[in-house]
């Protein structure tokens, strides 16, 4: 917390002069990607935290509907394109990170990631903030997957940028097999009968939360996060246990994902990548690595399981209404 003098009650009686005051200000969090589904997360775990004064909770936004929901629930909003930076220098981005101490980084996921990422270093460094908490992805060290390795840049660039840091590895968002149900009771999917781990964005955020809160007690970590492994199919045999109404899988080829998200406007070069994850996968040349227990360990209570998450979603699995895209 930074202390700043304030004018306390006046004259003291005894010694005739101005007394003085030291007042405690709440430490200061910028949410860098608050409008994405891990952002949401991570200020519905600090809101709290915010409201009671023991931090202040600033959040970025580009789109005014974003910026109006959080605004509506007493957040601080700075506007924030990373992209500035490149044509206006560090200077166009430097103001939001004005009087910032911690700050937590999820940048877009296509190649601008490096530049944006970087920017924002940059930025909380010459800022004068003191730890970053970055999102990225959970693999081998000697990964060949390009946006892996891109991720493992911005890490290493964090490392060398003397402030102080915390890496959280997320494996696949449960959020995103909501996406892949196309029609009632048929789940779609691109990893053939491969087993990804899988991981709820709520879990990622309590363990940023947690971190943010803290950061001394995780400088200099590097947490996996995932809960299990499961493939599609046993996913499809959950819902249909949960649900009470049949499901299947339904296998499909990865060209046909990328096909589609390029053509809605998803990064050609970010897609590429993810297409090949999908293949590796499928045709078993890549695994993930093994699960830890650093949810639990962080955040102090078990990982949200498959079937937990389920449960609790479940009407939106019944109903067909969206959750938020997350990867």
């Known amino acids: 917390m930074r202390m700043r003098p304030i004018l306390g009650n006046g004259l003291d009686p005894h010694a005739g002069v101005t007394v003085y005051l030291r007042r405690m200000e709440p430490t200061s969090v910028l949410v860098v990607g608050a409008g994405g589904a891990v952002g949401t997360a991570l200020a ?7 409201e009671a004064g023991r931090i202040r909770l600033v ?24 992209d500035e930076a490149e044509t206006g220098g560090l200077d166009a ?10 700050v937590f980084l999820l940048t877009g996921y296509d190649v601008r990631m490096l530049a944006q990422s970087k920017a924002a270093v940059d930025a909380a460094r010459a800022a004068g903030a003191a730890h970053v908490v970055h999102v990225g992805v959970n693999a081998a060290p000697d990964t060949t997957i390009v946006h892996f390795a891109w991720h493992q840049l911005v890490e290493a660039y964090i490392e ?20 892949g149900v196309e029609q009632p009771g048929v789940l779609t999917h691109f990893v053939g009968d491969g087993r990804p781990n899988w991981v709820d964005v709520t879990d990622i955020a309590a ?58 406007g ?23 690595p093994p699960i830890t227990d650093h949810i639990e360990r962080v955040t102090g209570r078990p990982a949200t399981t498959l079937r937990a998450f389920v449960l609790r979603n479940r009407e939106l699995f019944d109903s067909g209404e969206a959750l938020s895209p997350a990867r």
């Open 160 to 179: 060398r940028s003397g402030l102080g840091y915390t890496h959280l590895r997320p494996s696949a968002f449960m959020q995103s097999l909501r996406l």
């Open 266 to 288: 998803g990064d050609p070069v970010y897609l590429a990548c993810v297409r090949n994850v999908f293949e590796r996968t499928r045709n078993g040349t890549l695994t993930d």
């Open 59 to 82: 959040a970025t936004a580009r789109r005014p509907e974003s910026a109006r929901r959080l605004r509506e629930r007493g957040i601080e909003v700075r506007r924030l394109d990373l």
């Open 207 to 264: 363990v940023a939360a947690a971190v943010l809160r803290d950061p001394a007690a995780h400088a200099g970590q590097a947490y996996d996060l995932a809960a299990e492994s499961a493939s599609p199919h046993e996913i499809a045999a959950l819902l249909a246990e949960v649900t009470g109404r049949p499901w299947r899988y339904r296998p499909a080829e990865p060209e046909v994902f990328y096909r589609r998200m390029t053509a809605a």
């Open 93 to 102: 981005v430097l103001p939001v990170f004005d009087g910032i101490e911690r």
């Open 44 to 50: 519905d775990e600090l809101l709290p935290d915010h």
